[in-house]
């Protein structure tokens, strides 16, 4: 009788522990986080940049002013960083005829799934602070915190409208930690190769 009563807890035991089993098989695995190591790839290549600014943000005004120009994306590291150079001139307002020269320097970290982003002008000659973020459905959004005009702001980049042959981008301050944003930079690119 003993040897029965074992053989069925052991066959209990046994069933109990092929549904467990079965359970765990049947669940759905967690979900990767995105690696979004190419995310900036639609950028590669020439781009004819036409671009809006704000003339003084974070004071009211509503004067803009337009440039027109390219913006050239290099791939490195296999598509893990990436080297942007946008060379515009003004064509409208108090910046018609004024040329600017400006480099982003985009570095995938594959631990933390973001990009950093670091951009220069041919003006300082050196890196700012990296803005820092990442794609999600389709919309890139990277924020940094920096200073304009004595105050500390967050600045905000965002990536969107992204096709094979055209991208909007658009830069905003914020002065209240992020409750409200003001757009002050606007760049809508065509591909030209």
Same mark, same amino acid.
């Given at each position: ?12 035991? #046994? %069933? ?5 089993? %079965?359970?765990?098989?049947? %669940?759905? +695995?967690?979900?990767? +986080? ?8 639609? *950028? ?6 036409? #671009?809006?600014?704000?003339? *003084? ?30 060379? /515009? ?10 040329? /600017?020269e400006d480099t982003a320097l985009r570095l995938y970290n594959p631990d933390a799934?973001?990009? *950093? ?9 050196t890196l700012g602070a990296p803005m820092v973020g990442e794609f999600k459905d ?5 924020? *940094? ?16 409208? /992204? ?8 830069? +905003? ?12 930079? #606007? ?7």
């Amino acid at each position: 009788m003993k040897i029965l009563v074992s053989l069925r807890i052991a066959l209990f035991a #046994i %069933a109990s522990l092929g549904l467990l089993q %079965a359970g765990v098989a049947a %669940a759905p +695995a967690a979900t990767p +986080a995105h690696d979004g190591q190419h995310d900036f790839d639609f *950028n590669i290549g020439t781009w004819k940049t036409e #671009i809006r600014r704000l003339v *003084n943000p974070l004071s009211g005004s509503h004067t803009w002013v337009t440039y027109s120009g390219t913006h050239t994306v290099r791939k490195v590291w296999d598509g893990r960083a990436d080297l942007g150079e946008l060379e /515009i001139t003004g064509t409208s307002g108090s910046v018609k005829g004024q040329h /600017i020269e400006d480099t982003a320097l985009r570095l995938y970290n594959p631990d933390a799934r973001q990009w *950093n982003v670091y951009l220069a002008s041919s003006k300082s000659g050196t890196l700012g602070a990296p803005m820092v973020g990442e794609f999600k459905d389709g919309i890139g959004v990277f924020i *940094n915190q920096d200073t304009y005009q004595g105050r500390t702001v967050l600045v905000r980049d965002v990536w969107s409208r /992204i096709t094979p042959t055209t991208c909007h981008n658009e830069w +905003a301050y914020s002065d209240d930690g992020g409750k409200t944003w003001e757009v002050n930079w #606007i760049a809508d690119d065509t591909r030209v190769e």
